[in-house]
């Protein structure tokens, strides 16, 4: 898959930015603030997810304005697609996928797959189970069509069942019980669906990010997942009955798949407490690279690969032996400096500045 062109119109400071891509590496410079980071995320959107720094759709919006556009143009088994986003800073945002309306934008992943690399990915080792459930959902949403339909249902009716919860005000009437347990049923088929497709996924990654971390590390350790919720031996069923005068206290709903948590072990130790940042950081690597190699073997084609000034965090061992990791396929990275690891040339060379972009000196 190849990103050949994007366009980004009033999309955080970039207010006219047109863009050729080499299909090899792109190379993006320029000093921090100046919208090196802007360029990836709008790429980022392409597969129809959410920001990958947690923006919401109006901070995407250049200040004073009421929507950006992203439009790209995609080459994908030698077939082109033209992708046409509308992102509005208060309402509803569109999407097309070659002039035809797109009604679910995760849908997009059909046709787009990205996988992003950022210095904020130590957060899937050491930030909050919500991170890491966000990691899973993220590869499953990119290759698993079922998947997706599932969590968008998923994602529906626990939306319901807490606005009743909060309607009961701690009080449950044989209304609201009667409505409860009709959301309840859905809630817990549901659950399942999505228990087992995460479970499955943490145990099909476990080699690969084992094998990938050794390689990134440059030492051979033990790396094991563990897909851990409190409500599975027990059934989900009897886990919210068990609680259910507390969800009612609180408002919302306390178990099942949206409070599991991925722990990652390293040498039967569990990393986000245990681990140096140094392995920490290996560990965030071999997740990205084993989403890579994952999605990729599952779509039969290469995910496009954004870097944002990665290496700026790496010592010079680790950034060697990414560049030794990094399959074949479209990247893009930044760099503040313009220095970039031995083993990546790219193929074109580009220079930010106050949100304009041009073709540097150098490529």
């Given amino acids: 898959m190849i990103v050949s062109q994007l366009w980004l119109i009033d999309f955080r400071n970039h207010v006219s930015t047109e863009l050729e891509l080499h299909p090899g590496v792109t190379l993006i410079t320029g000093q921090n603030g100046h ?22 759709s109006e901070s995407l919006v250049k200040s004073g304005c009421e929507f950006a556009v992203i439009r790209a143009q995609i080459v994908r088994h030698d077939r082109e697609h033209l992708i046409e986003m509308k992102i509005v800073a208060s309402g509803r945002s569109r999407v097309q996928l070659n002039r035809q309306a797109v009604k679910r934008f995760k849908d997009l992943s059909d046709t787009v797959s990205i996988v992003v690399f950022s210095p904020d990915d130590l957060e899937l080792i050491k930030g ?51 409505s409860l347990s009709i959301w309840n049923s859905q809630f817990v088929e549901l659950s399942k669906v999505i228990s087992k497709s995460r479970t499955e996924l943490v145990r099909d990654i476990e080699p690969l990010v084992d094998t990938f971390y050794s390689q990134v590390a440059g030492k051979e350790e033990q790396v094991k997942f563990r897909y851990e919720t409190t409500w599975m031996d027990k059934g989900l069923d009897k886990a919210l009955h068990e609680v259910k005068h507390e969800e009612l206290r609180r408002g919302t709903t ?50 496009l690969i954004l870097l944002d000034d990665v290496f700026s965090e790496l010592d010079e061992g680790r950034s060697k032996r990414l560049v030794e990791c990094l399959p074949s396929a479209q990247i893009i990275l930044t760099s503040a400096t313009g220095t970039i690891p031995v083993g990546i040339n790219p193929g074109k060379i580009l220079k930010v500045l106050n949100g304009n972009v041009s073709l540097s000196e150098d490529g």
Wanted: proline letters at 2%; aromatic letters at 4%.
């Fill in 128 to 178: 909050s189970p919500g991170i890491r459930r966000n990691y899973i959902d993220e590869i499953l949403l990119s290759c698993d069509k079922k998947y997706r339909l599932v969590k968008t249902n998923f994602d529906r009716v626990i939306k319901q069942r807490n606005n009743l919860l909060k309607q009961g005000r701690g009080r449950l009437t044989k209304d609201l019980e009667a």
């Fill in 254 to 303: 306390l178990v099942g798949p949206h409070r599991d948590d991925v722990i990652i072990d390293l040498n039967k130790l569990v990393s986000r407490t245990h681990s140096s940042q140094g392995e920490q950081r290996s560990l965030a690597l071999a997740l990205r690279l084993s989403e890579h190699s994952y999605v990729a073997q599952k779509i039969n084609d290469s995910p």
């Fill in 35 to 56: 919208g090196k980071t802007n360029l990836l995320e709008g790429l980022s959107l392409l597969n129809g997810h959410k920001s990958f720094r947690g923006a919401s």
